[in-house]
């Protein structure tokens, strides 16, 4: 069967393989995320019972605190950390100018690369989480620290479908950032930005809501949310009615956005690419 | 199913490159972090450059480092904008049709690789196949067919890093022309291989173009790959072109000369030498000509020698080695030629 997303399935499938050959990197992950965990989650339960006045008031009840950092534990590889690597590789040897040579949408080959690589790295790291967190810890009687399930069955689906958009949304930035690494021949400087930004205003530092209420309005908007934040508030059930669709539309809006700017600056990128060398 | 034609068409073709370049050392230096004080350099690749290849043929392109070859490659890939100047590849224009036209050209780039680092060879290649969309009953027969003549089958398997250099040019070649291209562009295709490697890629090459009447364009700085393989040669210097001719024209009308190496069991005589003749700096008992066939015959010069060998004390003729310049010769001649003469 040859049609037109042959090109770029074949790219994904490429690319998840050899994603998946990285085994003993999940593990070291998975446990380097345990690790952080069980610190972070320490770190909550001292401030929750330090601040007795608190406890009623808090946006984040201490349970709900340690169900969200489980999550963004085991999404970790969600955040865009940098260009796909492979890339930065081709651009420092030239051999990008292959993929100039190939009858293929440059930015829906990269797009579904990244994709792949991000949810390579995912799902290993985030079955392993969900298993310790959610199985291996009440079982051994932590079930204080433990990952709680979805509110409800409609909460889980809301949940699969933002952390979908949060996927095409980390690789619509990878995408960017690959061609930021093209145009500057060097990726350092982009996941430079790009890396301090997801992880404080993705949640996974500290989850939004105990920011300050003055900039909520502020940090549930900028994109950055769609990468874990908007993803635990559905699986915590925070979210209902009007506050869901906004949630959702502001995700899709950015991926529409960030696809746009991306492709916009791709064409531009090749227009007046030159590799250099002979 | 024969391939297309490709015919290219290269009509005064223009680019210049902007460089930046090094701000002064000290307090002025300063003035180059300003975006307007940037201080620029262009320089200029291709000064206008004009050729017509016919489908089914073999050119090649030469020219010192710097001279603008790869600037030409990157422009019939498609990959690279000119400045000025009319280029068709089959109809197309590379760079404003590319999606169209880089899925009828194979490229190599010797120095480069475009199989993927960490996949086996066979993967790689069912991803070309999916790439160029080719269809499965076809790709099977292309790829059985250059697994054969490549001689791939042993390291299919294998990722491409662990290939040696031969095997992995072997590959290059193979994953290049999967998509059955009418044109293959081959950029330094031998550089770094041993002989016998050299010679395979020659063969490989010479044999494609002859049963798919695949057009070749192909750069390289062994002279040796274009004697096996072009009919034409388009020499490029200085972004022109300096040449465009048959190699054996350009070789007569370059260095027609012939050299001539004569050994004396003894101290080699002295002579008057003929019109035409000039000695070299000599060892021992050898004697070394630079000889115009034009001017003077082979036998006459050697007739010359063995009558002068053994007289006056001076030892007889020994042995006589005729050579015609190296291509290299021919080549290097040619650069300092059109470098001393604007």
Known sequence: MIHAATPYLAAFRARWQTTMRYRAAALAGFVTQCWWGVINIMIYAAFYHGAHDAAGTAPLGLHQTVTYVWIM?????????????EIADAVRSGAVAHDLLRPIDLWWWWSCRATARILGRLVPRALLIVAFAGLVLPLAGLGAWALRPPASLPDAALFAVSILMGLALSASIVVLLNIVT???????????????LALILSGNLLPLALFPGAVQTLLILQPFAGLGDLPCRFWLGTLHGGRAVLAL??????????????????RRTLHRLEIQGG | MPPSPARIVVEDLRKSYRVATRPPVGPAGLAAWLPSRRPWRTIAALRGVTFTIEPGTITGLIGPNGAGKSTVIKILSGILRPESGRVTVGGLVPWAQRLRHVGRIGVVFGQRSQLWWDLPVDDGFALLRDIYRVPPTLYRARRARL?????????????????????????????????????LILDEPTIGLDAPSKLAIRAFIRDLNRQDGTTILLTTHDMHDIEALAERVIVIGDGRVLADSPFETLRATTLSGRRLIASFDGPPPTLTLPEGVSRLPATGQTLALDFDPARIAAPDLIQLLTQAGGTAGTAPLADVTITRPSIEDVISRFYEHHASSP
């Open chain 1, 73 to 85: 534990q085991g999404t970790l590889a969600l955040m865009p950390w940098s260009c796909d690597p």
């Open chain 1, 182 to 196: 093209v145009r500057t021949l060097s990726p350092a400087g982009g996941s430079a930005v790009i890396t301090p």
């Open chain 1, 249 to 266: 539309g502001q995700q899709a809006a950015w991926i529409a956005a960030l696809t746009m700017i991306g492709r916009a600056s791709l």
């Open chain 2, 147 to 183: 697994v054969e003549t490549l001689r791939l089958a042993d390291f299919l398997d294998q990722p491409v890093r662990q290939l040696s250099l031969g095997q992995r040019m072997r590959a290059e070649l193979a994953a290049a022309l999967l998509h059955a291209p009418p044109l």
